[in-house]
């Protein structure tokens, strides 16, 4: 019985042991991006109170829903279990004014996971990150309803429906760096950024938050959290370099590091695990692409924040990246070895020349087995020490 006769009574295909495996690795690193949301959920929901609760609820719904509905239309198997479309929400939710009508979060979502995501299959098989085109599709067709931040409102409004209609509207850091204007040398300043008490994105504003994430990063996958902070470091040395405002170099890292999207990408988006490149030299050079095409736009573009257009730009050259640049001698040793067991378990010759045709492919399998291995021996010890 084929697939689609399957679908078609209602019968789901049975998974493969490969696509099992896909899925448990992809749950792993939502998980991940789970733990990294906590924070910056957290701190919405305290500044915001329960509007904020309501935005993340109406993606997250939409999202649930929008996956359903997309299976039947696209006739695939529906995997709610590898937890990429909740974590799509929350993200997209973070990256919107808390004073968003109810349709903001909705729309975004259906956009970023009906469109360009479920068409091409699923989170292990994307060409684009869904959340960063879903939040620039938006952004082209309404700009107003993506850069208008209410201030944080009192302990009493907390509660209260916070709506664009009666939301006291306040100027965010990305607003101020495009118009030039510094946060002076006042530390409550410094210390409000830190903490996340300035107009902004919900769930980004936050200093405290973002390198919270990153340090967790950094200790559970660090191949990983090395896109983030080149990523942040390109931003740095351009924001050092070609300040927009005139009160000094350093705050104008501060400002650009704290500003709009920037350190949220350095989290959720630069890191996203398919999209990314698989070689190390690749991953480097993938994220200070990103992290200057991110500076560039913002320099030169007429949009506030234009993160998600960088992210996307820097999305499409990921396989280039992987394919077009030479081997390290890492690289080779391992390419090396895997030939050498090739030809033993064939008992053939190999080809020299065939190996400048498949050395990126190759490559690639090689660094995502290796991680593969490693994980599940993890898993397996983890498994004999809690017997």
């Known amino acids: 019985m084929s697939e689609n006769e399957r679908l078609r009574i209602n019968i789901q295909p049975v998974l493969s042991e490969t696509e099992k495996l896909e899925i448990k690795n992809t749950r792993k690193y939502m998980i991940d991006m789970l733990m990294v949301l906590l924070a910056p959920m957290a701190m919405s929901f305290y500044y915001y109170g329960l509007r904020a609760v309501l935005l993340v609820l109406y993606a997250v719904l939409s999202a649930l829903i929008c996956e359903f509905l997309s299976s039947k239309i696209y006739k695939f198997r529906a995997s709610y279990s590898d937890l990429s479309s909740i974590v799509t929400a929350i993200s997209i939710a973070m990256c919107i004014p808390a004073s ?43 700009s107003a309803s993506m850069f208008s931040y209410p201030v944080i409102p009192t302990t009493a409004d907390k509660f209260a429906q916070l709506s664009s209609s009666n939301a006291a509207l306040g100027n965010s850091i990305a607003y101020m760096l495009s118009q030039g204007n510094s946060i002076g040398i006042n530390i409550i300043s410094y210390i409000d950024i830190a903490v996340g008490n300035v107009s902004g994105p919900m769930g980004t504003t936050c200093a405290v938050a973002i390198i919270g994430g990153l340090l967790y990063l950094l200790i559970r996958r660090p191949r990983t959290a090395m896109m983030s902070f080149v990523y942040l470091g390109t931003c740095a040395v351009y924001a050092f370099l070609f300040p927009r405002i005139t009160t000094g170099r350093g705050i104008s890292i501060i400002m650009e590091l704290c500003s709009g999207l920037t350190g949220f990408a350095a989290l959720l988006f630069v890191t996203n695990e398919t999209l990314a490149p698989k070689r190390t030299n690749a991953r480097v050079l993938y994220a200070v692409l990103m992290g200057l095409i991110t500076m560039i736009l913002r320099t030169f573009g007429s949009i506030e924040d234009s993160t998600v257009f960088a992210v996307l730009i820097a999305n499409a050259f990921a396989c280039t990246l992987d394919q077009k640049l030479p081997i390290t001698k890492r690289e080779k040793l391992l390419l090396d070895k895997k030939k050498e067991a090739e030809a033993m378990s064939t008992d053939k010759p190999v080809d020299t020349d065939e190996q400048s045709q498949i050395v990126a492919q190759k490559v690639m399998e090689i660094i995502n087995n290796s991680e593969e291995t490693q994980e599940s021996a993890e898993d397996e010890n983890g498994g004999v020490e809690n017997e």
């Open 100 to 142: 968003s009508a109810w349709w903001v979060p909705v729309l975004i979502t259906v956009f970023a996971l009906a469109v360009v995501k479920f068409p091409f299959g699923n989170s292990r098989s994307l060409m684009f990150l869904p959340s960063a085109a879903g939040i620039a599709f938006l952004t082209v067709c309404n």
